[in-house]
């Protein structure tokens, strides 16, 4: 489903992203793993199109979309979250989720005036939609809550349901355990499952919950420097000396 061809984003001389090239199978929850500053967040964004890479290729579903902006990349069902959530905070949650999807007629001027019944009904259809969102996610009770009063679990779940709002097929994760408690982590793991295994969502996630990335993810990628070290299963990858090089800074010696 993605295929990156040697990534390179370089800032003022500084390469962020190192010659980082991998594969992405559909079906899949890959985990992207790596110390703080590995480059993982830049990857993300050049991914979904906030940044333009200096050199190297992305393709998407089999097409080049290498520099392709996030609006464009949007509409072909390439999405992502944030580690601190984006919510409009004086809209309801109903409300995030309800303006989500493209091409609603209620955005024409001239659907507004001259065919209000169409515009009725699509947003009829957009509720429900929103509403089996809500039920799905368990967060019916809060619907008509501003999005900004909810927990930080809450609003990743959010997160998660703006996403299903979409035509979604590669959703791209950042740090989905931060700043969520215990009893909404296991809620949103459950989800992610539910939506890759009986709905065909494929999964990106970058993560440092290490008890996160054992339940949910396979393959596991570690970066470090902008490219990636290893790539296997968890323990593969947890087990291997040149990631405990790169988290703890031990040698090989060291590690012995």
């Excluded at 050049?46 to 392709?68: C, E, M, W, Y």
């Excluded at 409300?95 to 091409?103: D, G, I, T």
């Excluded at 890759?196 to 596991?220: A, Q, S, W």
Aim: aromatic letters at 8%; hydrophobic letters at 40%.
């Amino acid at each position: 489903m993605l295929e990156l061809d040697q990534l390179v984003k370089e800032f003022t001389g500084f390469r962020a992203v190192n010659g980082c090239s991998f594969t992405v199978r559909e079906g899949t929850i890959t985990g992207l793993i790596g110390p703080n500053g590995a480059g993982k967040t830049t990857l993300f964004n050049l991914i979904a199109g906030a940044l333009k890479p200096t050199s190297g290729s992305i393709r998407f579903n089999g097409q080049d979309v290498t520099g392709l902006a996030s609006d464009e990349l949007f509409h072909k069902g390439l999405v992502r979250t944030f580690q601190i959530p984006h919510e409009f905070h004086r809209l309801s949650v109903l409300e995030n989720l309800m303006m989500v999807p493209p091409k609603q007629q209620g955005e024409s001027l001239f659907s507004n005036w001259f065919a209000w019944g169409a515009v009725q009904r699509g947003e009829k259809v957009v509720a429900r939609k929103a509403w089996d969102t809500l039920a799905f996610l368990e967060l019916t009770h809060v619907a008509h809550l501003p999005a900004g009063h909810l927990s930080g679990g809450q609003k990743k779940l959010l997160e998660l349901g703006r996403t299903m709002m979409t035509d979604a097929k590669l959703v791209l994760l950042d740090e989905p355990a931060a700043g969520v408690n215990r009893t909404l982590l296991r809620q949103l793991e459950e989800k992610i499952l539910i939506l890759n295994r009986e709905h065909g969502y494929t999964f990106i996630l970058i993560e440092h919950d290490m008890d996160m990335i054992f339940k949910l993810c396979h393959p596991v990628i570690c970066m470090a420097e902008g490219s990636v070290l290893v790539e296997g299963s968890f323990h593969e990858v947890r087990n291997d000396r040149r990631v405990l090089e790169a988290y703890l800074g031990e040698t090989t010696g060291d590690a012995a």
